[in-house]
């Protein structure tokens, strides 16, 4: 199939897709089902990554007044024929193998099970995230912002998955982006402690996608293929302090914004940058991660630009509460609007 052909393909299956549907005003553009949870016999513990994480998030949230339940979006989940604008036939295929599974999510024993029942137990959480994250960039564009509660799964490229990222979920919000929103410019601010080598290796050749990448190089992935397709490399190596990130991370912004202009930012926004991350190695505050995400709005909202949060990496259990936390305070700062005054009831 020539490349012409491809992207014909791939534009069809893109407006095709049932992932993209009208919002109503009285939704709040935070984007999470409850179908995000993995919850798998308990084996789900074998890996430090909190599997329920996200419904925690927004049960602070709700708890906090920032939103209410009704306000939700629940996304659709993302099929074969959704899936397949990225992924190969082949690579998709090789999920069906439960060892191959067990590999990508690192957690041993789901090569035991049956893939229908690894199916449903895993790949179908990770499947309606990926729905939120490409849902979340119409919403953005519509909103000026959109927040999925779930996905950032930035190790996974078209053809590999990894590190507990089974599906290329940014490379995909941002296809269905350039077509369905006829947007051509999108910058990748990935600010999760490790390499965004998914996206990078799916947009090395692509001008369309300018990719600030700021992650600590002595812990995984190691993909120096990769890191040669970032735009702008920023290294904090372990041990790094709150006021040195963010000093790192102002000057980044700083030359990003005179570097290039996008119709649209997707914020990779993990939190195991924490301090206490067990992979992260690096020693940033739950304040530091709140000054970093308001920076980052604020760079967004100052040059009027649409913007995509994804939750990504965190592996300590008090994640959740340092997300929904991070969220209070775009609200509070109104670079978010959710329609309430959080903190009242």
Same mark, same amino acid.
């Given at each position: 199939?020539?490349?012409?052909?491809?992207?014909?393909?791939?534009?069809?299956?893109?407006?095709?897709?049932?992932?993209?549907?009208?919002?109503?005003?009285?939704?709040?553009?935070?984007?999470?089902?409850?179908?995000?949870?993995?919850?798998?016999?308990?084996? %789900?513990?074998?890996?430090?990554?909190?599997?329920?994480?996200?419904?925690?998030?927004?049960?602070?949230?709700?708890?906090? &007044?920032?939103?209410?339940?009704?306000?939700?979006?629940?996304?659709?989940?993302?099929?074969?024929?959704?899936?397949?604008? /990225?992924?190969?036939?082949?690579?998709?295929?090789?999920?069906?193998?439960?060892?191959?599974?067990?590999?990508?999510?690192?957690? *041993?024993? $789901?090569?035991?099970?049956?893939?229908?029942?690894?199916?449903?137990?895993?790949?179908?959480?990770?499947?309606?995230?990926?729905?939120?994250?490409?849902?979340?960039?119409? $919403?953005?564009?519509?909103?000026?912002?959109?927040?999925? /509660? &779930?996905?950032?799964?930035?190790?996974?490229?078209? %053809?590999?998955?990894?590190?507990?990222?089974?599906?290329?979920?940014?490379?995909?919000?941002?296809?269905?982006?350039?077509?369905?929103?006829?947007?051509?410019?999108?910058?990748?601010?990935?600010?999760?402690?490790?390499?965004?080598?998914?996206?990078?290796?799916?947009?090395?050749?692509?001008?369309? $996608?300018?990719?600030?990448?700021?992650?600590?190089?002595?812990?995984?992935?190691?993909?120096?293929?990769?890191?040669?397709?970032?735009?702008?490399?920023?290294?904090?190596?372990?041990?790094?302090?709150?006021?040195?990130?963010?000093?790192?991370?102002?000057?980044?912004?700083?030359?990003?914004?005179?570097?290039?202009?996008?119709?649209?930012?997707?914020?990779?926004?993990?939190?195991?940058?924490?301090?206490?991350?067990?992979?992260?190695?690096?020693?940033?505050?739950?304040?530091?991660?709140?000054?970093?995400?308001?920076? /980052?709005?604020?760079?967004?909202?100052?040059?009027?630009? *649409?913007?995509?949060?994804?939750?990504?990496?965190?592996?300590?259990?008090?994640?959740?509460?340092?997300?929904?936390?991070?969220?209070?305070?775009?609200?509070?700062?109104?670079?978010?609007?959710?329609?309430?005054?959080?903190?009242?009831?």
């Amino acid at each position: 199939m020539s490349s012409n052909d491809a992207e014909t393909v791939r534009r069809d299956r893109i407006l095709s897709s049932k992932l993209y549907f009208d919002v109503p005003s009285s939704k709040v553009p935070v984007i999470y089902s409850s179908s995000y949870n993995i919850s798998f016999l308990g084996i %789900e513990k074998l890996h430090p990554f909190d599997s329920k994480k996200w419904g925690r998030v927004c049960q602070f949230l709700v708890a906090a &007044g920032v939103i209410r339940k009704d306000q939700i979006i629940e996304p659709l989940e993302a099929k074969m024929n959704d899936l397949l604008v /990225v992924h190969t036939e082949s690579y998709l295929n090789s999920l069906k193998n439960s060892l191959n599974v067990a590999k990508i999510i690192e957690v *041993p024993p $789901v090569a035991l099970f049956p893939h229908c029942i690894v199916k449903e137990k895993v790949e179908r959480p990770f499947r309606n995230q990926v729905g939120g994250s490409i849902l979340a960039a119409k $919403v953005a564009k519509g909103r000026g912002w959109a927040i999925n /509660v &779930g996905g950032g799964f930035h190790h996974c490229s078209a %053809e590999q998955g990894g590190g507990f990222c089974m599906y290329a979920d940014i490379t995909l919000c941002i296809h269905y982006a350039f077509v369905q929103l006829n947007i051509s410019s999108v910058m990748i601010i990935d600010l999760d402690a490790h390499q965004g080598n998914g996206h990078e290796k799916d947009f090395s050749h692509d001008s369309r $996608v300018y990719i600030l990448d700021m992650f600590n190089p002595e812990i995984y992935p190691f993909d120096y293929e990769a890191r040669r397709c970032i735009n702008q490399k920023v290294e904090v190596v372990s041990g790094t302090t709150t006021s040195e990130y963010l000093k790192k991370l102002e000057e980044a912004l700083e030359v990003a914004s005179t570097s290039y202009d996008p119709e649209l930012i997707v914020y990779n926004a993990g939190t195991d940058i924490l301090d206490g991350d067990p992979l992260g190695l690096l020693k940033i505050s739950a304040d530091g991660i709140a000054r970093r995400d308001e920076k /980052v709005f604020r760079f967004a909202r100052a040059r009027r630009i *649409p913007i995509v949060m994804l939750t990504s990496g965190g592996y300590m259990k008090s994640s959740a509460k340092v997300i929904a936390d991070s969220i209070e305070n775009l609200s509070k700062q109104n670079l978010i609007d959710t329609g309430s005054t959080p903190g009242r009831m």
